[in-house]
């Protein structure tokens, strides 16, 4: 298996520009996160799905930020209008089961201009 | 609510020493416990995890963490160090029944040859 893939690895936007991240979990995992790290806040649970349901989003720091997941094989995660406080590393994990440990991508380093 | 400490940002060790890095955790009910590396411009890689039984677990890379119920710790060691071995380490907490994993803040581990 190829694990967790993100797309794209960087991406430099513009201020007030729409960017869509995107995320191909590990097939047969039914739980996919988003998390978002940063120096000053380290790691940052955003938005979780449990069967392509989002379970909890309290983490999505606002309105901002959307997430979808479609099917069990992708999801996205959209900023609109993209802020240069959103710059940061956005990682998606995914998870076979309750109790087992969760599997993460390479993330996308987003830079906000 | 679950949430992980890590107190200390850097643990700074000589090659061949023993290494701990320290983790106390809060949660209701019976956690699952997990610690992480991140190597740079990478992601997460597992190393090994806590759910029940024997409170020393074995992980990878020669790794060991011990669950101590009373004080709420699940330190991370490792008997001998490498320079290799130098890299971000995370403790994270789930709680029995619950999806949403909590990481530390992170801490920094210098093995100097």
């Known amino acids: 298996d190829a694990g967790v893939i993100q797309s794209p690895r960087h991406e430099v936007t513009e201020m007030g520009q729409e960017v869509t991240l995107r995320c191909k979990p590990i097939s047969g995992h039914n739980s996919l996160f988003w998390y978002r790290q940063t120096m000053m806040r380290g790691l940052e649970l955003l938005i979780y799905?449990?069967?392509?349901?989002?379970?909890?989003d309290s983490g999505m720091p606002e309105d901002r930020f959307s997430a979808k997941m479609p099917n069990a094989s992708f999801s996205t995660l959209k900023i609109q209008p993209s802020e240069p406080r959103d710059s940061a590393v956005y990682f998606c994990?995914?998870?076979?089961?309750?109790?087992?440990?969760?599997?993460f991508g390479q993330g996308t380093r987003l830079t906000v201009v | 609510a679950q949430s992980v400490a890590q107190p200390e940002d850097q643990v700074n060790v000589a090659e061949g020493n023993p290494l701990t890095v320290k983790c106390t955790y809060s949660?209701?009910?019976?956690?699952?416990l997990f610690w992480y590396v991140q190597y740079p411009n990478r992601g997460l890689q597992f190393l090994l995890k806590y759910i029940t039984g024997d409170n020393l677990v074995k992980g990878s890379y020669g790794f060991e963490a011990e669950f101590n119920k009373s004080q709420t710790s699940f330190h991370l060691k490792k008997p001998s160090a490498l320079v290799s071995d130098s890299a971000l380490y995370f403790c994270a907490v789930r709680a029995t029944g619950f999806q949403k994993l909590v990481f530390g803040t992170g801490t920094r581990l210098l093995v100097s040859p």
């Open positions: 994990a995914s998870r076979p089961d309750r109790a087992a440990e969760a599997f």
């Open positions: 949660v209701s009910g019976n956690p699952y």
């Open positions: 799905f449990n069967n392509n349901v989002p379970i909890d």
